[in-house]
């Protein structure tokens, strides 16, 4: 094979990989912590608890609740989403998406409900 060929063979695979990753890049969303995502990052992933304290409130198309993370600190999120089936019955929420600091609150594009007690074996006396 001659040189000239190898360096056109590399240069697609360079460019297969480049298309690649440009592709992936928006589905590889990092976990962060409530500050890092009020920091301004442009699409994160949070996880909390859902805060029972806080109702489910509907607002100009949103869906409005509040997730806790471990120590306590508490978001407001608002996901403009159909409401998964199991809202009602998770313990907890991963949401994707931004802050919005005019709203002073998580504007989530993806929601996915977690409901453990769901899926873990019956415990037998």
Known sequence: MKINNKILIGMGVALCAGI????????????VSFAEARS?????QIIGKLDTRSPVRHENGAMLFTI????????????RGPKPLNFEHAEQAVVMGSYDP????????????????????????
């Open 40 to 44: 301004g990052r442009a699409s994160v």
């Open 102 to 125: 005019a709203a002073r609150r998580f504007a989530a594009e993806k929601l996915l409900v977690k409901c453990p007690s769901k899926y873990t074996a019956e415990q037998r006396p």
């Open 20 to 31: 690649a990753f440009y592709s992936l890049r928006g589905a590889i969303t990092p976990y």
């Open 68 to 79: 806790a993370d471990d120590r306590g600190e508490r978001m407001d999120i608002a996901y």
